[in-house]
C-alpha cells in the first residue's frame, strides 16, 4: 500500500527558533519515504478507536486504514506546497510527525501527531512553543491548525497555549494563535 508514496524534494531545511525549549533527546528531521511504515502506523493507531466498533475482519481494517492513510498521504503532499515534513524523534526513535506550511504570512500546522506512548511528557507542548518562537522570529501573523471536536486533550492543550477556536466547520475546530499574543 505505501508504493508509490513519497515525499516531495525539500525546499529548504527547516529552521526552527529557539531548539533548547525541546525535552532532552527530542529532535526532528526531514522525513523519508523510510519513515511512511511508521507514519501508516502512527496513523492506524490514531484511528483504532474509531474502528473498534465496526464488525469488520482484521483484514478489512488494515486496507480501510492503509487506503486512507495513503489518501491523507497523497493531499497533504500535493496541497501544502511548499512544505516541511518533519519526523519527530525522542533518542533516535520515532514518536510522531509534525507537517507544517509557511507561506510567508502565517504558519499552518498541517498535521501534528505524537505515538500515545510520549503523549503527556510535553514533547507536544515544546513543539508548539518552538513554532510560535519561530512565528515570531520570522514576522508572522500566527499558526494555524484544525482539531477534531471529538479531541478535547489537543484541545485544551492548544488554549493552553494562547491559540482562539476562529470556526467550528463540523468535525473540527479551525483555531488560531496570533502572534501578538506572545509579542
Not at 88 to 110: C, K, N, S
Request: proline share 5%.
Amino acid at each position: 500500500m505505501l508504493a508509490g508514496l513519497d515525499f516531495p524534494p525539500a525546499q529548504a531545511t527547516w529552521q526552527p527558533a529557539a531548539e533548547q525549549l525541546l525535552p532532552a533527546g527530542v529532535r526532528w528531521r526531514e522525513a523519508r519515504r523510510d519513515d511512511l511504515p511508521f507514519f501508516r502506523q502512527l496513523f492506524a493507531e490514531t484511528r483504532a478507536a474509531d474502528l473498534a466498533a465496526l464488525p469488520w475482519p482484521d483484514a478489512q481494517c488494515q486496507a480501510f486504514l492503509d487506503s486512507q492513510f495513503a489518501l491523507q498521504h497523497l493531499h497533504y503532499t500535493t496541497h501544502y506546497t511548499p512544505a516541511y515534513f518533519l519526523l519527530i524523534e525522542q533518542a533516535g526513535l520515532p514518536v510522531g510527525r509534525l507537517y507544517l506550511h509557511d507561506d510567508g504570512h502565517q504558519m499552518t500546522i498541517i498535521d501534528i501527531v505524537l505515538a500515545g506512548a510520549v503523549r503527556g511528557l510535553g514533547i507536544g507542548s515544546s513543539l508548539l512553543r518552538v513554532l510560535q518562537a519561530t512565528s515570531l522570529r520570522d514576522g508572522l501573523a500566527g499558526i494555524e491548525l484544525h482539531v477534531e471536536k471529538r479531541n478535547p486533550a489537543a484541545q485544551r492543550l492548544y488554549q493552553r497555549l494562547q491559540f482562539r477556536v476562529e470556526e467550528d466547520i463540523g468535525s473540527h475546530l479551525r483555531m488560531r494563535w496570533a502572534a501578538a499574543a506572545l509579542s
